[in-house]
């Protein structure tokens, strides 16, 4: 977790540029921690004001400066996580992580004018999968802050512990208890290629309105989710079963018009993208185990939606 700067007397203030530089990693940090672009880029915003607001003296103060920028981003997310439990019970319907599309074709909701930070970008890994941001919902906040730092980052338990507020054996036994909950709730692992086989698949199924066909490639337990923040329509409720998913999925395709389906990379995984006039309206995450789909994440939400691109 330490940064290294220009040696010199007193620890210079590194600069601008070592201070800027660290928002990649921060910004990667604070999305896995609360699974929103946007609240992470609050976050990081956030903990620069408060890097800028120390005096002079404060700064050269900071051994490492990246560190301090981490422990920050840290406790701001932890707070957040701790309060997010409240506002998730107010959410109309059902909450699902915010999707991430391929870095080449996002712009983040901050930019009207359709260009892409590099900084605000997510390293796409197994990490920020739809299935995985789905099982950290399930933890604690310390849990989740404990098993991130130190099992996605690296972050020595010394370190966390302070982020956390426990001891480092208190944070070691949060990381293996969160460690268990993602085994857990993981798949069999399938390969890419043919989970993007399976998903074409399902879409050529849907749009042909092949209810036969979707059960086939519906694991018989599997599970829909939709998420439309009450400002879309979206069922309030998930769908349980694949017979169910399939025909519910037939009517609602029924329902619709004017649609277009696109296979596109979500959270580094296949999946689908509905869009209406050129604008995307939903986007579909999926979780493939073996030749079956297990569940399907359908965000509707618009605000959820920015980083998407409309091309």
Aim: charged share 25%.
């Amino acid at each position: 977790m330490t940064t290294p700067f220009e040696p010199g007397a007193g620890r210079p203030d590194p600069g601008l540029s070592a201070i800027t530089s660290e928002r990649p990693r921060l910004i990667n940090v604070a999305y896995r921690l609360l699974s929103s672009l946007a609240d992470a880029e609050d976050v990081v915003q956030e903990t620069y004001a408060r890097w800028y607001a120390l005096s002079q003296r404060q700064k050269e103060e900071v051994e490492s400066p990246g560190a301090w920028l981490t422990k920050v981003t840290g406790r701001i997310c932890l707070d957040l996580l701790r309060s997010a439990r409240a506002r998730r019970e107010r959410y109309v319907g059902q909450w699902i992580p915010e999707p991430l599309p391929e870095p080449t074709e996002w712009v983040t909701g901050r930019r009207d004018d359709g260009t892409a930070d590099p900084a605000d970008r997510i390293t796409l890994d197994e990490s920020v999968s739809m299935a995985f941001l789905v099982v950290l919902e399930s933890m604690t906040p310390a849990e989740r802050v404990a098993f991130i730092l130190h099992d996605i980052f690296r972050y020595p338990f010394a370190e966390v512990a302070e982020i956390v507020g426990r001891t480092p054996e208190s944070c070691r036994k949060l990381a293996s208890s969160a460690r268990r909950r993602i085994h857990a709730f993981q798949s069999p692992a399938t390969p890419n290629t043919r989970k993007a086989e399976i998903v074409r698949e399902f879409k050529q199924a849907w749009e042909a309105k092949d209810i036969v066909a979707l059960v086939a490639l519906l694991d018989p337990d599997a599970t829909s989710i939709a998420d439309g923040g009450g400002l879309v329509g979206a069922l309030l409720h998930p769908i349980e079963g694949g017979a169910q998913i399939a025909r519910a999925w037939v009517d609602i395709l029924g329902q619709a018009s004017g649609l277009t389906f696109l296979e596109r990379t979500v959270n580094g995984q296949p999946g689908l993208v509905a869009q209406q006039d050129g604008i995307t309206i939903t986007v579909y995450a999926f979780d493939v185990a073996g030749d079956r789909i297990k569940r399907i994440w359908a965000v509707r939400n618009p605000e959820k939606l920015r980083p998407w691109t409309t091309s």
